[in-house]
């Protein structure tokens, strides 16, 4: 490890940040460049189809996806408010993923259908099938505006609905009615009128007070900024509901609102509304500001207001905290209309020490009584998966501890005793009994599927294990706990569970892949053992068939169990002599040391190679170490982030001491990268060893005071914990850095944490230590690039950046 240099006083880390965004540095005018044409093969690639199962699964919709956009596409105007991106334009959210086309296929049946009644190329975004699978609807995506359209199953042809939708907010903007007559969603104000015209002198300063309550909030990105920003975020994201019949009727529902949330309870008599209200924050996104939820009949009438909630700056300090007052609403789905809601029991804090942290309330139709107290949890409320009138399954978690508690209760009886079901660490994969498989009812809403006289539930995961994952299906019997397996998935292939059709026959819908075989679906019989095949996707890129894919298992030094999935070029062999390696990573905290040396993924998934991958360098004849294990441990009392720098290298060289013992690595020829964290984990490696020959960091932070309420796994702030976020700060030790690092960011990146300027700084304070730095900063691109002009970028200079510091050291 390299010496540490110290410094008299941390405050001097503001001074130094402060210094080095002024040091002067070259620059260099580029046009986008591309990679060498094996890398734009892979990058241009078509991309797996999107597979969505009909409530009555009888079909399937296959959602075809386009490739990479334009950098066009990502140029279009874009308002950063509120914490979302608005496209201003069509009212829509900026840089959505859309499909192209939508096929439906009967499962009993080879043909697959078109869609028809579409005349031109679309952007398809938001698709949902109606309750009985005899419909669906979808969202068109256009330059000024954003269309709803239906189609009956039968006929295939597309109809519009409505070219008014209002699309700002994460989610869906429309839903079914659960009797499948219509859809509810959200219109633009047809009499909002002109968009606020931006003041051309600053009508009074922006002023925010605080009233001495402590408010420890994370760095969050987009906030509104002043009151001109505030009246554009109200007229963007105001919407009118409307109902559509299916017989052709349109009418307005409600009052305009902002409104982020709205659902029908399962009988379709109430809808339960979500709405923003000011005032608004200039310190927390949209999904913290003050709130006001409230019962409607099916028409629109106001029945109740359940909740008036003031504006969560406030929440307190914890991955664990929440804020104070009723919040996670939502109707009880095999019940006709029952709402519930929960409080916290600790003020929201998870410092209290308390038997009970919240308080479950219910409230039944028609909403005149008092709310009624259900159960309570012992740890953070995380969810229902409710079943019918005797029994439902609550879901607890504590992230402090990584526990969490599955529990069944009877849903009809209030303050009725929970009977545990799983407790577990979520860290101990192998452990994980998996999840309750659910089935939609006539609703639309999902439910437990329960087999053969309500007897018995079924349980679907992963199932990791030291050989890898291998996912299960497993029967649970409710009365003695015990579980049978029913089926898993077996090598030499990769096989997940979609959906169980027939239970009673073992007939499962699943996907199969293998390293050589894409993804594919196919019917399968737990009975028989039989296989039909549903789809048939072809190798999206034949060009690389042939590499070679190991899960690789070896110790670092202190005994920790690690793996990497090792890549190698097609028709290499260790007679050629060790190659140059790009060593791949994210570091992950961990509270036991066993879990942390648990495998992770599966060596008999299909090569699958995404347009941001480390293993477009195969085709460059590079030894690929993907997913490679980093574990960061803190056991007992202490904290993982503790010995966060030693732990890293203890991973490095482990890594490197493995593959080159195999005989298929030069260690004097290792790169090492990363995106976002692994950029991170890269900048301190340099900082912190010798052992690479150079380094990549993507989209990361590199100042942990610039995030000092926080940061990925950490719970402790700065004020907490000064030395550890100097001592975890690349940037304090860019004095040590004497191995080449390519830095790569977005210009819009909107990750918490990750501004743009964390990148700039580093690259300053690199530069003036004299370190070899590159700094490439993507135009409107965001924490994950999209752009195929962007991507090919990129790639471009990481081979470059490859071909000179590390394949010809």
């Not at 002024?22 to 580029?30: A, E, I, R, V």
């Amino acid at each position: 490890m390299k010496s540490k240099k110290t410094v008299s006083k941390i405050g001097l880390v503001y001074v130094l940040s402060s210094f080095v965004c002024y040091l002067s540095f070259s620059q260099t005018d580029l046009s986008y460049q591309l990679p060498p044409p094996e890398i734009q093969e892979i990058v241009d690639a078509p991309s797996f189809p999107s597979i969505i199962i009909s409530p009555s699964q009888s079909h399937i919709a296959i959602l075809v996806r386009p490739g990479l956009p334009s950098i066009k596409d990502l140029a279009s105007e874009e308002l950063r408010i509120g914490g979302i991106r608005i496209n201003p334009n069509n009212n829509g959210r900026s840089r959505t993923g859309y499909y192209t086309n939508i096929r439906i296929k009967k499962l009993n049946t080879d043909k697959e259908i078109n869609l028809t009644g579409i005349h031109e190329i679309v952007k398809i975004t938001h698709f949902s099938w109606s309750p009985d699978g005899e419909n669906f609807a979808f969202t068109i995506e256009k330059d000024n505006i954003i269309e709803l359209w239906y189609a009956k199953v039968s006929q295939m042809k597309a109809q519009k609905i409505s070219g008014n939708i209002n699309d700002t907010f994460w989610g869906n903007p429309f839903n079914w009615i659960p009797d499948n007559s219509g859809i509810i969603f959200k219109t633009v104000i047809a009499e909002r009128g002109p968009v606020p015209a931006k003041p051309s002198i600053p009508i009074g300063p922006v002023v925010q007070e605080s009233s001495g309550s402590k408010a420890a909030i994370r760095t969050y990105q987009d906030l509104l900024q002043n009151p001109f920003e505030v009246k554009t975020f109200e007229y963007y994201t105001t919407s009118q509901l409307v109902v559509w019949s299916i017989n052709d009727s349109i009418t307005e529902v409600g009052q305009k609102g902002i409104y982020t949330n709205l659902s029908y309870s399962p009988d379709g008599n109430y809808l339960l509304i979500e709405k923003i209200h000011k005032p608004f924050s200039y310190l927390v996104p949209f999904y913290r500001f003050a709130q006001t939820v409230e019962i409607w009949d099916c028409k629109g009438k106001l029945i109740r207001e359940i909740a008036n909630i003031p504006v969560a700056e406030n929440i307190p300090k914890g991955f664990d905290a929440v804020r104070e007052g009723p919040r996670n609403f939502g109707w009880r789905a095999d019940n006709s209309s029952e709402l519930y809601w929960v409080e916290a029991l600790d003020k929201g804090d998870p410092s209290i020490d308390t038997s009970e942290r919240d308080q479950v309330f219910s409230l039944i139709a028609p909403f005149t009584s008092d709310p009624v107290k259900s159960i309570t949890t012992q740890l953070r409320f995380s969810g229902f998966t409710w079943g019918d009138d005797n029994f439902a399954v609550v879901r607890e978690l504590w992230r402090k501890t990584r526990k969490v508690k599955i529990s069944s209760f009877n849903p009809e009886l209030k303050n009725v005793e929970k009977q545990i079901i799983f407790s577990y660490s979520y860290e101990d994969r192998y452990s994980l009994p998996g999840n309750f498989i659910t089935t939609t009812n006539k609703s639309g809403k999902n439910v437990l599927f329960f087999g053969e006289n309500n007897n018995f539930l079924y349980l679907s995961g992963r199932g990791a294990s030291p050989e890898g994952d291998k996912p299960f299906l497993d029967k649970y019997e409710i009365k003695s706990g015990k579980t049978e397996r029913l089926w898993r998935s077996k090598p030499p292939y990769y096989e997940q569970l979609e959906k169980i059709l027939d239970i009673k026959n073992g007939k499962l819908l699943i996907s199969r892949q293998s390293p050589v075989e894409p993804p594919n679906y196919y019917i399968t019989n737990t009975i028989t053992d039989s296989l039909i095949k549903i789809t048939e996707f072809p190798h999206p890129y034949p060009g690389i068939k042939g590499i070679k894919k190991e899960l690789v298992k070896y110790e670092r030094e202190d005994g920790v169990k690690l793996s990497f999935e090792l890549y190698l070029p097609k028709n290499y062999n260790t007679r050629q002599g060790p190659l140059p390696t790009l060593l791949w990573a994210y570091p992950r905290e961990y509270k036991d040391a066993r879990a942390a040396g648990q495998v992770s993924g599966s060596p008999y998934r299909f090569n699958r190679i995404s347009s941001l991958s480390a293993l477009v360098f195969l085709t460059q004849g590079y030894a690929i170490l993907n997913n490679t294990s980093f574990p960061v441990v803190g056991e007992g009392e202490e904290e993982p982030n503790d010995t966060f720098v030693d732990q890293l290298v203890m991973n490095a060289k482990a890594a490197i001491n493995k593959a080159a013992e195999m005989g298929v690595t030069d260690p004097r020829r290792v790169a090492v990268g990363g995106h976002s964290y692994g950029a991170f984990m890269t900048a301190n490696l340099l900082a912190h060893s010798d052992l690479f020959a150079a380094g990549i960091a993507r989209s990361g932070a590199y100042n942990r005071t610039l995030t000092p309420f926080g940061f990925q796994s950490e719970s402790r702030t700065y004020w907490d914990a000064p030395d550890l976020y100097y001592n975890m700060s690349p940037f304090m030790h860019a004095d040590k850095v004497n191995e080449p690092i390519l830095l790569i960011h977005g210009i819009a990146d909107n990750n918490s944490g990750t501004f743009p300027l964390q990148s700039k700084r580093y690259y300053s304070a690199l530069k003036g230590h004299g370190a070899t730095v590159r700094l490439v900063m993507l135009p409107l691109e965001s924490h994950g690039y999209r752009a195929r002009a962007s991507v090919m970028h990129m790639l471009w200079e990481m081979n470059e950046w490859l071909e000179k510091y590390v394949k010809i050291k």
